[in-house]
């Protein structure tokens, strides 16, 4: 299969994952492995994820255009985004200091991935199972402390396989948020925590980028964008209605594939 025919799967396989917790880049890393693909300091599995960034911003244009006018007036705006900052500090200082090894050690271990995937699925099981009362229904309006609890799990996701979502999801949940909240603030807090992370790693790749590189992240990219816009929309509607069990099964049987297919390819 051709690098661009592949660019532009992993890119629809970006889109219809990141927001769900099911871990993007651990999909992304397995199938680029099993396919063959390379990309530059594995820049491109990064960056295509401004594609579901794009994505986010434009169902709640509205909302983050509300927020950007309305902050010094308003103190609910003014507690939202104060808690966006704390639940995105912990990833920024983090991510920093273990940014070799995330992507030296964990982004080229395909086992990790795929036991990550695994125990993260029977972990959203539990949650889904468990009986809760939520008493946090709105993510606008979190305490101060559970946002930057939320941001300290959110640091799990930097295993791939993890999921950056599940992790936000799970954090929210355990804490007494309901599914929808949970789901809507983990959109919200992906816009900080992806957007510095795709802005450090060209940053640390900057002097081994060429060209065809940007050729294959823009196809993935397009394609991100466009699968994105249409999953983050019927997201919260499905995990209102339906939970989380139908992703924890997914991640149980793609973990296990990929380790089925590691030990046939000699690779485990």
């Known amino acids: 299969m051709g690098d661009w025919l592949i660019a532009l799967l992993l890119g629809i396989v970006e889109g219809l994952t990141e927001f769900i917790p099911v871990s993007s880049t651990g999909h992304l890393l397995l199938l680029g492995h099993f396919l063959g693909f390379e990309s530059t300091g594995k820049t491109f599995e990064v960056v295509i994820q401004l594609g579901a960034l794009l994505a986010v911003i434009t169902v709640y244009l509205r909302r983050l255009f509300q927020l950007a006018t309305q902050w010094p007036h308003d103190p609910q705006a003014r507690h939202f985004l104060i808690g966006l900052l704390l639940a995105f500090l912990p990833a920024m200082v983090i991510g920093v200091f273990m940014y070799d090894i ?149 991640r149980i049987v793609v973990g296990t594939a990929g380790l089925a297919g590691l030990w046939l390819t000699g690779a485990f």
């Not at 795929?114 to 099981?125: A, D, E, K, N």
């Not at 802005?199 to 394609?223: E, K, M, P």
Request: with cysteine; aromatic share 14%.
């Open 102 to 250: 995330i992507k030296t050690v964990l982004f080229e271990t395909p086992v990790i991935i795929c036991v990550s995937l695994i125990l993260g699925g029977f972990v959203l099981l539990w949650l889904d199972r468990r009986p809760m009362t939520p008493v946090h229904l709105d993510a606008a309006k979190y305490p101060f402390r559970m946002y930057l609890i939320i941001g300290v799990v959110q640091c799990l996701a930097m295993i791939p396989g993890v999921s950056r979502s599940g992790a936000t999801i799970a954090g929210g949940l355990l804490l007494g948020a309901d599914k929808r909240s949970a789901a809507e603030f983990s959109f919200f807090l992906a816009l900080p925590t992806m957007g510095a992370a795709v802005a450090y790693d060209l940053f640390q790749n900057r002097a081994v980028l060429d060209f065809s590189d940007f050729g294959l992240i823009a196809v993935g990219f397009i394609a991100a964008t466009v699968t994105a816009f249409l999953t983050v929309k019927a997201v919260l509607a499905f995990v209102t209605r339906h939970g989380f069990g139908v992703f924890a099964w997914w």
